[in-house]
C-alpha cells in the first residue's frame, strides 16, 4: 500500500532526515535521526529519534504533541525514512533492546505519537 508522505532531505551521512509537515498549525520542520548505540554480537543497534526540529537549541523535541492533522502523512514519511536509511548503513535488521532504559524512553514517546495511527503490515525479513 501507498500511503501519501511528505518530500525529505536527507544528511550526507544518511543518518538525518528532514520534512515540512504541513497542517492547521502552519509549518512545522519535523527530523529523524538515526543514532547507532553499539554492536552486539555482530548486530548493529540504532536509536531513532523522531520530533518537532528546535532550530534555536539544535535539537529534536520527541516529546511535543503537534496535532497538526496529519499524522498518517507524517508517520508515513517516517516509515519511509526507516527503510530509506536501513539499505544504506545496516546489512542485518534494524533491531532494539526494549529493556534498555535509554531505548525505553525513545519507545514510550514513539508510543504515544503513534497510539491512533493504523499502519499497513511490513512483511518479517527472515535470516
Avoid at 534555536?56 to 527503510?83: C, F, H, P, R, Y
Avoid at 533491531?95 to 514513539?110: G, L, M, T, Y
Amino acid at each position: 500500500m501507498n500511503l501519501d508522505r511528505y518530500t525529505f532531505e536527507v544528511s550526507a551521512d544518511n543518518f538525518e532526515y528532514e520534512f515540512i509537515s504541513n497542517g492547521p498549525k502552519g509549518a512545522i520542520k519535523k527530523r529523524v535521526r538515526f543514532d547507532e548505540l553499539r554492536a552486539q554480537g555482530g548486530t548493529r543497534l540504532f536509536n531513532l529519534a523522531f520530533g518537532d526540529w528546535e532550530a534555536v537549541t539544535q535539537t529534536i523535541d520527541d516529546e511535543v504533541v503537534s496535532n497538526n492533522g496529519d499524522m498518517e502523512k507524517a508517520t508515513s514519511t517516517l516509515q519511509e525514512a526507516v527503510w530509506q536509511m536501513k539499505p544504506a548503513k545496516v546489512n542485518k535488521n534494524i533491531v532494539s533492546h526494549k529493556d534498555d532504559p535509554f531505548i525505553v524512553k525513545k519507545r514510550e514517546a514513539a508510543e504515544r505519537l503513534l497510539k491512533n495511527v493504523t499502519l499497513p503490515e511490513v512483511p518479517t525479513v527472515k535470516k
